[in-house]
């Protein structure tokens, strides 16, 4: 079975330039989250959707992140104008259900901004 | 909201000794506490899950354990191998709510 499909795994870019990362989750999942991942904060939840709607975006740092689920199989995390402190890991997870269900989880975009 | 927390954040262990992390958790509705393993450059792993209906879980070598009246839960496994260093975290959610994550134990095993 197919997992959680990120891309790209790397992304290279300088300041100011817009940043998308991509996601497909795990067919049959309705839950899909993204996190961001650096060694000063861990692991952060920044939104998750369920049935393709937005439930909780509290952990959007700024107006520069924004995330779309246009559709049960892919979803978008968009950083617009991007800067060197949103240089961490991103990652996409999916599940059976926003809560109590596990999740799994792609193998992340590490994103670098110069 | 839900706090978490893991110890230790490091943990060396000989390969064929067990090793053992810890969480505690903040939130009795909490009902649900999947552990993840990370390796170098990959994303989190679920290895290992358990509900609050449930004290102990095994699957092989991993087994975890969660102490409701505590409020802690831990992993455990047994006749480590170098193959098992790798980063665990371990997390806690209630219902209509979240995973609320550990800060993660960077496991070593020495051959």
């Known amino acids: 079975d197919a997992g959680v499909i990120q891309s790209p795994r790397h992304e290279v870019t300088e300041m100011g330039q817009e940043v998308t990362l991509r996601c497909k989750p795990i067919?049959?999942?309705?839950?899909l989250f993204w996190y961001r991942q650096t060694m000063m904060r861990g692991l952060e939840l920044l939104i998750y959707?369920?049935?393709?709607?937005?439930?909780?975006d509290s952990g959007m740092p700024e107006d520069r992140f924004s995330a779309k689920m246009p559709n049960a199989s892919f979803s978008t995390l968009k950083i617009q104008p991007s800067e060197p402190r949103d240089s961490a890991v991103y990652f996409c997870?999916?599940?059976?259900?926003?809560?109590?269900?596990?999740?799994?989880f792609g193998d992340g975009t590490r994103l670098s901004i110069l | 909201g839900e706090n978490v927390e893991q110890h230790p954040s490091t943990l060396s262990v000989q390969e064929g000794d067990s090793a053992v992390i810890k969480c505690t958790y903040s939130?009795?509705?909490?009902?649900?506490f999947p552990w993840y393993k990370q390796e170098l450059g990959k994303g989190p792993q679920l290895i290992i899950d358990?509900?609050?209906?449930?004290g102990e879980k095994k699957d092989q070598r991993i087994a975890v354990t969660l102490n409701k009246t505590a409020k802690h839960f831990s992993l455990h496994i047994t006749e480590t191998q170098p193959e098992d260093s790798a980063v665990y975290f371990c997390?806690?959610?209630?219902?209509?709510?979240?995973?609320?994550f550990g800060t993660g134990t960077s496991l070593t095993v020495i051959p």
């Open positions: 939130d009795s509705a909490s009902n649900y």
């Open positions: 997870a999916s599940s059976g259900s926003y809560t109590s269900q596990p999740q799994h």
């Open positions: 959707f369920n049935n393709n709607v937005p439930i909780d």
């Open positions: 997390a806690a959610s209630s219902p209509g709510n979240q995973f609320y």
């Open positions: 358990i509900r609050s209906n449930v």
């Open positions: 067919s049959g999942h309705n839950s």
